[in-house]
Antibody, heavy 119, light 110 residues
Framework: EVHLVESGGDLVQPGGSLRLSCGAS????????VHWVRQTPGKGLVWVARIKGDERSMNYADSVKGRFTVSRDNAKNTVYLQMNSLRDEDTAVYYC????????????WGQGTLVTVSS | QSALTQPASVSGSPGQSITISCTGT?????????VSWYQQHPGKAPKVMIY???NRPSGVSNRFSGSKSGNTASLTISGLQAEDESDYYCISYTTSSTYVFGTGTKVTVL
């Protein structure tokens, strides 16, 4: 069974940094893109970033480009989201999701981890 | 990248059909047939209902269907049921190799 679990969410001050993790199980991890999606409480979903299975390709939303970095350790079945220069508007629940194999949608999602940026 | 435009809310009575629109541009919705739709209940992770404009994943009711014309995609729910009351989001792959979500639609079953 496919399983994704996010961790690392916390309260952080504006300008600070935080690293989220997404642990995966139940599938051949290195064969799949993994995405990060965020949702401000009570608001809509926003796509953040994705990383290819072989680690050779990453893409970012304009709102986080230059501040966030997505990486992965296929030996540990884990994807990371390093978030720097955090702003109030980065406050959200962050989900990781698997990209469907050779398709352009997100087929399995984790339950999310809450990041709060506040002084 | 601006969010795709969806109506804030759509409502219908049990048994009726409703349609949710998702309007983008020639750089996202209009560029590829890579629009998918997600259902999200409060406090839960999203669940895919439609992918590649009009394909249903295994296990999703055939009451859900999708279509696209130009820069606008649509999700239709037929035979509306109480359990369909939820938030729905579209998402499209873009010509920049990124993705963009819609603004979201709250579906109410009257």
């Amino acid at each position: 069974e496919v399983h994704l679990v996010e961790s690392g969410g916390d309260l952080v001050q504006p300008g600070g940094s935080l690293r989220l993790s997404c642990g995966a199980s139940g599938f051949t991890f290195s064969s799949y893109w993994v995405h990060w999606v965020r949702q401000t409480p009570g608001k809509g979903l926003v796509w953040v970033a994705r990383i290819k299975g072989d680690e050779r390709s990453m893409n970012y939303a304009d709102s986080v480009k230059g501040r966030f970095t997505v990486s992965r350790d296929n030996a540990k079945n884990t994807v990371y989201l390093q978030m720097n220069s955090l702003r109030d508007e980065d406050t959200a629940v962050y989900y990781c999701a698997r990209g469907a194999y050779h398709l352009y949608y997100l087929d399995y999602w984790g339950q999310g981890t809450l990041v709060t940026v506040s002084s | 990248q601006s969010a795709l435009t969806q109506p804030a809310s759509v409502s219908g009575s049990p048994g009726q059909s409703i349609t949710i629109s998702c309007t983008g541009t020639s750089s996202d919705v209009g560029a590829y047939n890579y629009v998918s739709w997600y259902q999200q209940h409060p406090g839960k992770a999203p669940k895919v209902m439609i992918y590649d404009v009009n394909n249903r994943p295994s296990g999703v009711s055939n009451r859900f269907s999708g279509s696209k014309s130009g820069n606008t995609a649509s999700l239709t729910i037929s035979g509306l049921q109480a359990e369909d009351e939820s938030d729905y989001y579209c998402i499209s792959y873009t010509t920049s190799s990124t993705y963009v979500f819609g603004t979201g639609t709250k579906v109410t079953v009257l």
